[in-house]
């Protein structure tokens, strides 16, 4: 089983930073793409960034220039670093990766989520 589980969400205020980690732990071959989602409350999922196995990135409009995705493969760790928060950027961020397995079958797979709030 595979299993990814992110931390480091909480509070913040306005222009603060935080740093999201997102750790996928099992039976894993290789990792592939490699993404941040979250969900505003009452609005849908949204993309926020990805991050490919050559570490080729790419960002939502709403969050480039403030927010860095990176990746330490030898860890099986995604990052996510968010700066110059806005009360706007509060939701819940999902970690969200494509995994190939041992058996050499790939797929989808979900952390639970971690809130983050940006409030004064």
């Known amino acids: 089983q595979v299993q990814l589980v992110e931390s480091g969400g909480g509070l913040v205020q306005p222009g603060g930073s935080l740093r999201l980690s997102c750790a996928a732990s099992?039976?894993?071959?290789?990792?592939?793409?490699m993404n941040w989602y979250r969900q505003p409350p009452g609005k849908e999922r949204e993309l926020v960034a990805t991050?490919?196995?050559?570490?080729?990135?790419n960002y939502a409009d709403s969050v480039k220039g403030r927010f860095t995705i990176s990746r330490d493969n030898a860890k099986n760790t995604v990052y996510l670093q968010m700066s110059s928060l806005k009360p706007e950027d509060t939701a819940v961020y999902y970690c969200?990766?494509?995994?190939?397995?041992?058996?050499?079958?790939?797929?989808?797979?979900w952390g639970g989520g971690t809130q983050v709030t940006v409030s004064s």
């Open positions: 099992g039976w894993i071959r290789s990792i592939n793409v």
């Open positions: 991050i490919t196995s050559g570490s080729n990135t």
């Open positions: 969200n990766a494509d995994i190939t397995g041992w058996t050499f079958v790939h797929r989808d797979y």
